[in-house]
């Protein structure tokens, strides 16, 4: 059974800050990972989706990196801003089904 | 439309009762998943539709959990005889396809059980 661990569970940064978020896996047979944040009461909203066979895959100030070998992916986000806070959750596809972890929350104090 | 879409976004509903949530996924998408995100916890798997294949029913919690898809678009997610442990948020995912494409939620439907 895959099993998904997110390191920190909290973090709590000043604005302006970057961010590094931690992500590991145990089943490296996966298809992708795909990074989501949650904002209080609401749904996931998708940030990045890399496949399996990349290593990295960058959107405005999110980066995140992918070593599937050795079961971690790394979501970085520049230069924090307050709007960035929120829970983030990374997500691993296989066996027909995406594998949460637990999320890292996020608050960037202005 | 746009996006997934979720009815209700509440469900207040006293326990015995039974309930019916709703999903309608993006346009074209052929997958379908429930989760549930209970207060405090992760995302648990509940149920995924493919197509026309038989749906993956593994993670339905009891058979008092059911779910179907009709006409490979809109599904149900039925909860008979309401338990105060079904209170959670109960999110709809779908995906162009089931090989792990990029997977879009809606917005849930928060199910209390008084």
């Known amino acids: 059974k895959q099993e998904v661990t997110q390191i920190p569970a909290a973090l709590s940064v000043p604005e302006g800050e970057n961010l590094v978020l931690n992500c590991s896996f145990t089943d490296s047979a996966i298809y992708n990972l795909q990074w989501f944040r949650q904002d209080p009461g609401k749904g996931l909203t998708s940030l990045l989706l890399i496949q399996s066979s990349q290593r990295e895959q960058t959107s405005g100030r999110l980066n995140a990196s992918l070593d599937k070998s050795s079961g971690r992916s790394t979501l970085y986000i520049a230069a924090s801003q307050p709007g960035d806070s929120a829970t983030y959750l990374c997500?691993?596809?296989?066996?027909?089904?995406?594998?949460f972890g637990a999320g890292t929350t996020v608050t960037v104090r202005a | 439309g746009a996006g997934v879409s979720q009815s209700p976004s509440n469900k207040v509903t006293e326990k015995g009762k039974d309930v019916e949530l709703r999903c309608d996924p993006i346009?074209?998408?052929?997958?379908l998943y429930w989760y549930r995100q209970s207060l405090g916890q992760g995302l648990e798997f509940l149920i995924y539709f493919q197509g026309n294949s038989a749906p993956d029913k593994s993670g339905l919690p009891s058979d008092r959990f059911s779910a179907e898809r009709t006409g490979g678009s809109v599904s149900t997610l039925t909860i008979q005889r309401t338990q105060q442990e079904d209170s959670a948020v109960y999110l709809c995912?779908?995906?162009?396809?089931?090989?792990?494409?990029?997977?879009?939620f809606g917005q849930g439907t928060r199910l209390t059980v008084v």
């Open positions: 995912a779908s995906s162009y396809s089931g090989g792990g494409t990029e997977a879009f």
């Open positions: 997500a691993v596809f296989n066996d027909y089904k995406l594998s």
């Open positions: 346009s074209g998408h052929t997958a």
